[in-house]
């Protein structure tokens, strides 16, 4: 794998350009992949595994891009379930308040 650096100014509208930190050549930019769903994961870890198998991705480099892709798919994961438990916690708050409220009101 190439170590690449990549240099962004704010005020530069210009193309964003990819330097090879070995060799200082410029190399084209990756395209920006979408990681934002669990299926976004499982689709970028299926194709990092294909690259594996037919060779385009050396082995010790596909391994280490499909454990932060699964670091990653932990982390929605972890997110996915916090977000419902709070929903569920809303829920459970606005029963309580309502059959309190009832409660009340059958005095």
Known sequence: MTT???HVLASDTR???TI?????KLLPTPPRIDLKTIDDVRVEM???YRDMRTGKVDTADGTKLAYVL???GKLIDSHELQQRIE????????RKLTDAASR????
């Open 70 to 72: 699964a670091q990653l």
């Open 4 to 6: 690449a650096k990549t």
């Open 15 to 17: 193309p964003l350009e």
């Open 104 to 107: 009340k009101a059958l005095r």
């Open 46 to 48: 299926a194709r990092v």
């Open 20 to 24: 090879d930190g070995e060799s200082g």
């Open 87 to 94: 929903a569920l916690e809303t829920v459970l708050k606005t």
